[in-house]
């Protein structure tokens, strides 16, 4: 008899999953951009995407994509002390959307492709503007701040065509106790389906 996995375990093993795919994206991204495209002004990351996309399916545990993706890119690209904490403090401003989840609900973003995009949307605004703040509160000039913005408009469409995509897929884009529950539901409609067919 095969044993069944905690909700707990499934959680974890869920967040290892999407976040350790992010470590290997960002990395390869990161080391793409300080390689091969030096020249280019603007960056790609990924983390506001899948943080966003976690945050829907476990709310606040968000927080470990959202600080492990921002630590693995300043790993990658060399960065100072100051930008560890600029980039893995100031993501946390991501989590500003848990409070905007729990009011609109996260069916709302599979009934709406607008509202789906503004979310993926301001995921990746929120985490630009908490390295915007925390740069400029560790005394930075307002120039410096302000490029940890300016740099990262492709992130900001990749969430949004991340998050788009992602709605349609089934369970991808959907609170994870909600998908177990509907999930158990099918499954059990399914053998009791099968069961009448059989006594018939």
Partial sequence: MKKQITFRQYRAMDLFIFTALLCVCETLITLGATRWFTGEPYTLSLTPAVTAIVM?????????????????????????????????????????????????????????????????????????????????????PLAVCVGFIATDTLSVLFAVLLVWITRNLDGVLEDQKHYLKRVAEEMEKEKYSQGFDLDQ
């Fill in 56 to 140: 829907v399916r476990w709310g606040g545990f968000a927080a470990i994509p959202a600080v492990l993706g921002a630590f693995v890119f300043c790993l990658v690209s060399g960065a100072t002390l100051p930008q560890y904490v600029i980039y893995c403090v100031g993501n946390l401003a991501v989590l500003v959307l848990t409070q905007v989840l729990c009011r609109i609900g996260w069916k709302r973003l599979h009934e709406s492709v607008l509202l789906a995009m503004v979310f993926g949307l301001l995921a990746a605004v929120l985490m630009q503007l908490g390295r915007f703040l925390i740069a400029l509160v560790m005394g930075n």
